[in-house]
């Protein structure tokens, strides 16, 4: 992959070839997103202590997993085409990883956890949602790249949903008084995540393989 980029780098197209984030434009959004993801995540570990949100948790390790997947990412931009598809794999891996264990803390707290506090794990869930869609809006015109920089969008938008559910599920404890509502959108985004990671993965092999077959 060619290091430069012109206008067509810019709109994420490389007449024939994924955008592979070579883009002056592309670099400085992206140290924006991983600034405000870094800053989210400290956000919202204090306030899933304070409100007791597994919910919350699990947005905020999703924040710290996405602000190292942008750190990644910047640093794969301009490499190999094989070096860029096995930080994607990685990527996709650690999702995983995540996704399974908040889907397993959802299922210890289903029988030991008491309700979330509903005010403060609302107001942080739409704070998240604006960052999120700030990141988002940022993101989309690079929306359709490589596996390094497609994981990248897929991460904001799935944290986009994720901050929706959150909200939602305060409304539901608010509501109930129960902690199922929090515990169902903490398996939800768990699901999204080892979705997440199964995509991913999926396109960063295939990469791999392209490259494989060039290099021979």
Not at 17 to 41: E, K, T
Not at 65 to 73: E, H, N, P
Not at 164 to 181: C, D, H, I, N
């Given at each position: 992959m060619s290091g430069c980029c012109g206008p067509s780098h810019d709109h994420g197209h490389d007449h024939g070839?994924?955008?592979?984030?070579?883009?002056?434009?592309?670099?400085?959004?992206?140290?924006?997103?991983?600034?405000?993801?870094?800053?989210?995540?400290v956000v919202e570990v204090a306030a899933g202590a304070i409100a007791g949100s597994l919910a919350l948790y699990a947005d905020s390790v999703d924040f710290a997993?996405?602000?190292?997947?942008?750190?990644?990412?910047f640093w794969a931009i301009g490499r190999a085409a094989?070096?860029?598809?096995?930080?994607?794999?990685?990527?996709?891996?650690?999702?995983?990883?995540?996704?399974?264990?908040?889907?397993?803390?959802?299922?210890?707290?289903?029988?030991?956890?008491?309700?979330?506090?509903?005010?403060?794990?609302?107001?942080?869930?739409?704070?998240?949602?604006?960052?999120?869609?700030?990141?988002?809006?940022?993101?989309?015109?690079?929306?359709?790249?490589?596996?390094?920089?497609a994981s990248v969008w897929q991460c904001t938008r799935n944290d986009a949903i994720g901050n929706?559910?959150?909200?939602?599920?305060?409304?539901?404890?608010?509501?109930?008084?129960?902690?199922?509502?929090d515990l169902i959108v903490a398996s939800l985004m768990a699901a999204l995540f080892l979705n997440s990671a199964f995509r991913i993965i999926r396109q960063a092999r295939g990469e791999l393989r392209s490259a494989a077959v060039q290099a021979g």
């Open positions: 070839s994924a955008f592979d984030g070579a883009s002056p434009a592309y670099r400085r959004v992206l140290l924006i997103v991983l600034a405000i993801n870094a800053a989210m995540f997993m996405d602000a190292a997947t942008y750190g990644l990412s094989e070096t860029r598809a096995r930080v994607a794999l990685l990527k996709g891996g650690s999702l995983g990883v995540i996704g399974t264990a908040v889907l397993g803390m959802a299922l210890w707290r289903l029988y030991s956890g008491a309700p979330p506090e509903p005010i403060t794990m609302g107001a942080i869930g739409l704070l998240a949602l604006a960052a999120n869609v700030i990141s988002a809006v940022l993101l989309f015109r690079w929306r359709d790249g490589d596996a390094n920089v929706v559910l959150v909200v939602l599920a305060a409304v539901g404890v608010f509501g109930t008084g129960s902690a199922l509502p």
